[in-house]
């Protein structure tokens, strides 16, 4: 079968479209690839600077959607069933497996590619919307890189479990019209986006920006406060000094999706019984961005590199 592989570690540009062997039958599920989502931690692995490092060669993908090809016995799964699954690895291929744990039937309603563009970001900020920021009803969400698919997800996942206003940060009026469209109320531009809103106006910061925007940020949040640390896709790592988070009762939360589910196999599909209803009736609707068929990955991959994606790369197969 094709799949796109990394054989060394020299960005995006190096990655390769090869033949590898199928998959052999197991007690995994085998899916036949019809649409795989491209994240950031992609473009770190091209350069070894992601958390998981997997011995070279080997195919990055870590979310895919397509048809139950193999299921295992006891997996609630059959031939023929349309899923989107967490693969974690080897999604960038015409065939992938993934634990019929992370596997989860689709609606008729829902596309491929909504399906591939699903899990990743919405569970992120599913945990950290309501798992680490504890969001309670009616309250006031300020959503950073709210263009980006992560960004997307926060606003729909904060509507559609109560949130009262949802803000969304974003640099050009192309960005602005996405986050509108997936649902902000209202959507500002990052300069001086704390003399837009005010101190003290918000009750959650939800960023996975990172950068210089960190401080107005802390300045943002009303007393009890709590800001979500999803990512830093400005580059820098900002640093927080603590008599901040004591003079205003305020947090700061990390959120570690991953390193937090990897331990605990029911949490995630726990939040797939959570989320799913809210696909289904369309609340939560992932906004795709450009598409590249699996043989132009490394142009997709560049794509997040230059910050240019509104909505959810992808790869079709």
């Given amino acids: 079968m094709r799949a796109i592989q990394i054989t060394s570690l020299n960005g995006p540009e190096a990655v390769e479209l090869n033949d590898i062997p199928g998959l052999p039958e197991g007690k995994q599920v085998i899916i036949e690839t019809k649409a795989a989502g491209v994240a950031f931690p992609e473009l770190l692995q091209t350069r070894g600077l992601y958390q998981v490092k997997p011995e070279l060669p080997f195919t990055p993908g870590a979310e895919v959607a397509g048809v139950v090809k193999y299921a295992p016995q006891g997996s609630d799964l059959n031939p023929g069933d349309r899923v989107a699954a967490l693969c974690l690895l080897g999604g960038f291929a015409e065939e992938v497996a993934a634990d019929p ?20 970001n919405y569970c992120t900020v599913h945990f950290a919307l309501l798992d680490r920021g504890n969001l309670r009803e009616g309250e006031r969400v300020l959503v950073h890189g709210a263009a980006g698919g992560i960004g997307t997800a926060a606003i729909q996942v ?12 974003a640099s050009t009026e192309e960005k602005a019209k996405v986050a509108t469209n997936a649902g902000a109320d209202r959507v500002i531009s990052p300069e001086g986006f704390l003399e837009t809103i005010g101190r003290g106006s918000v009750d959650i910061v939800l960023d996975p920006v990172g950068g210089d925007r960190f401080t107005d940020s802390l300045r943002a949040l009303d007393a009890q406060g709590r800001l979500l640390v999803i990512g830093f896709t400005a580059g820098e790592i900002p640093e927080v000094k603590v008599n901040r988070l004591l003079l205003n009762n305020i947090s700061v939360v990390g959120v570690g999706w991953g390193a937090y589910a990897r331990t605990r196999p029911h949490y995630i599909p726990g939040q797939w019984e959570q989320l ?9 609707a992932p906004p795709l961005g450009p598409t590249y068929p699996l043989e132009k990955a490394s142009e997709a991959i560049q794509v997040l590199e230059q910050r240019s994606a509104t909505g959810k790369v992808l790869l079709t197969v």
């Fill in 101 to 120: 744990n992370l596997t989860f039937k689709l609606p008729d309603n829902v596309s491929f590619e909504q399906g591939a563009a699903f899990l990743f």
């Fill in 158 to 169: 904060a509507k559609a479990f109560g949130a009262g206003e949802v803000i969304g940060v």
């Fill in 276 to 284: 799913q209803p809210h696909l289904a009736s369309g609340a939560l």
